[in-house]
């Protein structure tokens, strides 16, 4: 079956320190990747994805993730946090099905930056 | 930037009740879907819907769920009797193509409390 795993439920870290948000996943084929971002009152707020190339992907505000096939992650990083990326993240695989495709949600972490 | 939006932000009913949430997705986008995330879980895809009628549906869109594109702009979820458990946030979303590389558009929310 096809999962997404993300094992912390929330990740604090201080303003100006890198971050990372983890995220593993469990597919058959070639994984398709997103992470998605929900700030208060907000819905799901597309950051970047992995589709093939370069394992190391650039994203909105920042972001990039870290795509390792070996250890089938797709970690979120940020090289300086801000207290604004507080929020909920998650992360999702896409699968397709009968023509159309829908995303495997994980858990979601809630990233909390301390100033 | 056009977005998904999704009314009302909040529904209140009472068990056994119809509900009916109303999405109106980016206005050059052809397929769509809904999801939900009950409290403290994870989003899970409920359908998706291309072309007038449904491409697919998970276990948990049974008899009592439905969707509509009434007109060229509203995409609509109805529950025909609402049961507590019913309670949750949906989402709609949109793409506007069926590639499963690209990312899907999601508007903020309903929230749905059955008493």
């Known amino acids: 079956a096809q999962s997404v795993a993300q094992p912390e439920d929330q990740v604090n870290v201080a303003e100006g320190n890198p971050l990372t948000v983890k995220c593993t996943y469990s597919?058959?084929?070639?994984?398709?990747l997103f992470w998605y971002v929900q700030y208060p009152n907000r819905g799901l707020q597309f950051l970047l994805k992995y589709i093939t190339g370069d394992n190391l992907v650039k994203g909105s505000y920042g972001f990039e993730a870290e795509f390792n096939k070996s250890q089938t992650s797709f970690h979120l990083k940020k090289p300086s946090a801000l207290v604004s990326d507080s929020a909920l993240y998650f992360c999702?695989?896409?699968?397709?099905?009968?023509?159309?495709?829908?995303?495997?949600f994980g858990t979601g972490t809630r990233l909390k930056v301390l100033a | 930037e056009p977005e998904v939006t999704q009314t009302p932000s909040h529904q209140v009913t009472q068990m056994g009740q119809e509900v009916i949430l109303r999405c109106v997705p980016i206005?050059?986008?052809?397929?769509f879907y809904w999801y939900r995330q009950i409290l403290g879980q994870k989003v899970e895809f409920l359908v998706s819907f291309y072309n007038n009628e449904i491409s697919e549906k998970s276990e948990i869109f049974d008899d009592q769920f439905s969707v509509e594109r009434p007109d060229g702009s509203n995409f609509t979820l109805k529950i025909r009797s609402t049961k507590l458990e019913d309670s949750a946030m949906y989402f709609c979303?949109?793409?506007?193509?069926?590639?499963?590389?690209?990312?899907?558009?999601f508007g903020p929310g309903t929230r749905l409390t059955v008493l």
């Open positions: 206005s050059n986008h052809l397929y």
């Open positions: 999702a695989v896409s699968r397709t099905t009968s023509g159309t495709y829908k995303y495997i």
């Open positions: 597919v058959s084929g070639n994984p398709y």
């Open positions: 979303a949109s793409s506007s193509d069926r590639e499963s590389y690209n990312e899907q558009f």
